[in-house]
Structures are given as C-alpha cells and as structure tokens.
C-alpha cells in the first residue's frame, strides 16, 4: 500500500492509472477510522474490481469546522488508521497536510471555494453555515487529485451525500457515487470517529437518536400522515428526557430535494442532530 503525502504525487499516480485503464475507487474520509469507513473502502473494492485501484484520503479538513468547533481536538491516530486501510484491502492512501491542501491559505493567497446553493442551506447547514462550504470545496480538490471514476460516501451523512450528487452533476465531474448504508453498533448507534468522546453514562444516552427514529417509524406506521410540527415537539420532548441530551434539530423532508414536509409519511427522510453533553451527533433514516 502507497502512503502518498503530495497533492502533486497523488495526481501524478493517479494520471498513471488512468493511463493504463485502471478503475479508481476512493474513499475520503477524516481519519479515526471504524467499520462504517472499512465498510465504504470494502464498497469501493467492489466497485473497481481487483485491477481497480482504491485510494482512501485521510485529512481533517480544517475549512469545514466553523472556529467554534474544535478543530484541534478532532480525533487522530493516523498509525492505526494506516493499518486498518492495508488490512481493508486499500492500495493508496492519500494523507496531506494543510499547506498541500490549500497552499498559500496562511499568507492569504487561497482564495477558491466550491459553494452549493441550495440543499445545503437547511439541517447541517443551517447550524454550521460555512460546513458545507468546506466539504464541497475539498471534495472537489480530492477528486482533482485522485481522479476517481466511483467515489463512496456514507448515508450515515445524508446531506454531505446529497450535496456532493449535485455538485458532481453541476460541475460535470466524470465520476460516480456510490452512498452506502450506515453501520450501526449493536444498540443502534450509528458508528462515528465523535462516538469515542463518548465517556461513561454519555454512551448510553447517545442511543436516543436512534429510539427517536425508531419511534417516528412506528407513528408513521400506525398512521398514514402525522403532522411534522406535532411530531417534532413530541420527539424533542423524548430526546430530552435524557439528561445530557439536548437537540439540535429534527426535520423531516423529501429525500430528493431535502424539502421539509408538513406531513410525513411512509418514504418521508428523517434527520437529527443532537449534542449529548459536548458531543454533536447525528443520524438520519427514510420513515
Ligand atoms: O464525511 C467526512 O468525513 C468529510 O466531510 C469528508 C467527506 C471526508 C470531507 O472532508
């Protein structure tokens, strides 16, 4: 397995490729990796078969954490990580530091940004403005660099997911992309690299997101149309029984257009965003 740290190597590599008709898959992810990222990488694999070439990138984007964010304390353990992605089969790992990413950003001579105009504005992007900015703008960079033909993204970020189908259609980016399910623990949570700050009776408290969604499905069930306004009150009450859980929030809408719905009913996308302590969690799933 490669371990490439130049923006310029890892485009060069990829050109090579190309060159020769290899299929590439790819992988972005943050680091901290678990089974829902091995699950992805496993999912590239497929894609591109054996004489395919799978990248998987692992950089903590600086541009999507808003300053109030933590950027410094994201979790890191780039050995282990390195060790996973050789055991998942990868064959390249691209792990550049920030001056490859955006060079000249510190003296001010960075100044390019990929922005989504419209389904970003709602959910994430209405509690973190600026985060999709900062997805959109290094995704675009990622696949400049790794030239891939299949990109995986996980469900678990149904927004992200969304937002990068439409720019890789907007922009014409000669790819495709693939999303794929979230893996959950045993108790329903979804896997995340943000599950570790879970410490103590946090842990167990984390699982109300997926109860809430468990709940809205069999309400949706028993009957046809629920008002989401109703349910949204109902659900906020739920989640904050929990005494280190606050929500953020929860929206129902068309999973298409990420429209908010008056009613929901079977098919209609949920999601949620909830700080249990200091921790933001999110989790999403079609009712
Ligand atoms: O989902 C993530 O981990 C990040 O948003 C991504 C897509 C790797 C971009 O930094």
């Not at 990222?37 to 990248?55: D, P, Y």
């Not at 550049?96 to 959910?123: F, R």
């Not at 997805?135 to 033909?149: C, G, H």
């Not at 997101?209 to 028993?222: D, N, R």
């Amino acid at each position: 397995m490669r371990i490439i740290t130049s923006a310029a190597a890892m485009q060069k590599l990829a050109l090579q490729w190309k060159r020769t008709g290899v299929k590439i898959g790819f992988v972005p992810t943050m680091g901290y990796l678990h089974a829902g990222h091995l699950s992805l990488v496993k999912r590239a694999r497929q894609a591109v078969g054996k004489n395919g070439k799978v990248v998987v990138s692992i950089y903590v984007n600086p541009t999507q954490f808003a300053p109030t964010e933590d950027l410094s304390k994201y979790p890191r353990d780039l050995k282990r990580d390195l060790k996973l992605c050789r055991e998942a089969g990868a064959d390249a790992v691209f792990t550049p530091g920030d001056a490859e990413m955006y060079p000249g950003k510190t003296e001010g001579n960075y100044s390019t940004y990929v922005i989504e105009e419209n389904l970003g504005c709602v959910m994430e992007g209405a509690s973190r403005p600026m985060h999709f900015r900062g997805v959109t703008t290094v995704v675009a960079k990622l696949f400049n660099l790794v030239l891939p033909d299949v990109s995986v993204f996980g469900q678990k970020d149904f927004q992200q997911a969304a937002i990068i189908q439409r720019m890789v259609k907007d922009l014409n980016f000669p790819l495709k992309i693939v999303v794929a399910p979230t893996l959950r623990e045993r108790d329903g949570l979804a896997m995340s690299s943000r599950n570790k700050y879970l410490a103590g009776d946090l842990r167990r408290q984390a699982t109300v997101l997926w109860c809430a969604i468990q709940i809205a499905k069999s309400i949706v069930e028993k009957s046809k149309s629920v008002s989401a306004a109703d349910l949204k009150v109902d659900l906020k009450k739920l989640i904050e029984i929990e005494p280190d859980a606050k929500l953020d929030y929860v929206e129902f809408f068309n999973p298409e257009t990420l429209q908010p719905v008056a009613q929901v009913k079977r098919g209609t996308q949920m999601a949620l965003a909830v700080f249990v302590g200091k921790t933001r969690l999110i989790d999403n799933s079609q009712l």
